[in-house]
């Protein structure tokens, strides 16, 4: 058991790593402009977001992931607890 929790760590720290350097790392091999703001915000956002999801899919499950983000209580007990 202590094994797996290791994994699942190393996992979560490489998956930051990714997270925070991936776009530096990529830049560097392809030179990417984009046309709006816009854009340019929402591909550095992508660049936290997806690798996150994937790997909380890969652990917990990809049926489970809006349980385990707790975004399946609906849109209005979002909004209260964002207020």
Not at 10 to 21: C, D, G
Not at 47 to 67: A, D, H, Q, R
């Amino acid at each position: 058991m202590r094994k797996k929790e290791t994994l699942e760590s190393i996992l979560v720290v490489m998956t930051f790593v990714i997270a925070l350097y991936g776009n530096k790392i990529l830049n560097t091999f392809v030179s990417h402009h984009f046309a709006t703001t816009f854009l340019e915000i929402s591909f550095t956002y992508l660049w936290w977001s997806l690798p996150t999801l994937l790997v909380l899919g890969v652990l917990y499950g990809f049926k489970n992931i809006f349980e385990n983000l707790g975004l399946n209580k609906g849109f209005v007990t979002g909004l209260f607890f964002q207020l």
